[in-house]
Each structure stands twice: as C-alpha cells, then as structure tokens.
Nanobody
Framework: QVQLVESGGGLVQPGGSLRLSCAAS????????MGWYRQAPGKQRELVAS???????YYVDSVKGRFTISRDNAKNTVYLQMSSLKPEDTAVYYC??????????????WGQGTQVTVSS
C-alpha cells in the first residue's frame, strides 16, 4: 500500500501565502506524476497543478503566476507554494500521485485532503 500525507493548510488573509506538502510512503517502486487538486463546496474537484518526474509542470489558468509546484524526488514529496491567495482559492486541497508499486502495479493514490481558507 501507498500512503500520501499532506500538511500545510490553514487560514490565511487575502494576498497571503501558504505552502502545502505531500509525502508519499509505502510500497513504492517509482512515482510518475504528482499533483494537487482542489474541491470547493458545491463544485467539482479540479486539477490545480501537476509535475512529472522529468520536471514538466501544468497549472490551471486561475493559478498561473501565483502558485508553484515542486518535487523532491529523493523524498517522494511534492510541494505547492501558494502566493497572492484569493478567497476563490478556498477549498480542500488533495494530493495525488501516480505510482508503480513494488508489485509493479500502476495506480493513482490520494491524500486525505487539507483545508485552505482565504478570508479576512
């Protein structure tokens, strides 16, 4: 089994910053893409940012220039640096990883979610 543990969410004022972290552990042979999704109340879960092992990144248009995704492949960890936060960034943020397990099974795993609230 593979576990993803997130940290770093919280309450922040508009214009502030937060850094989310997600560490993967368990029966990991290799990790391919890692990313962050978010889900606001009454809305569908959306992909916010992703990063491949090779360094390619993707950002949804609404966060370009404000959020930065990075990975520490040696630590199986992905980060999301969020700056210039807006109230519309308020959501539960979920970490996602596409993993080949030690049993050579390729599967997507999810973290438990961390709440980010942007409010004055």
């Amino acid at each position: 089994q593979v576990q993803l543990v997130e940290s770093g969410g919280g309450l922040v004022q508009p214009g502030g910053s937060l850094r989310l972290s997600c560490a993967a552990s368990g029966s990991i042979f290799s990790i391919h893409a890692m990313g962050w999704y978010r889900q606001a109340p009454g809305k569908q879960r959306e992909l916010v940012a992703s990063a491949t092992t090779g360094g390619s990144t993707y950002y949804v248009d609404s966060v370009k220039g404000r959020f930065t995704i990075s990975r520490d492949n040696a630590k199986n960890t992905v980060y999301l640096q969020m700056s210039s936060l807006k109230p519309e960034d308020t959501a539960v943020y979920y970490c996602n990883a596409h993993v080949t397990t030690n049993q050579r099974v390729v599967q997507a795993y999810w973290g438990q979610g961390t709440q980010v609230t942007v409010s004055s």
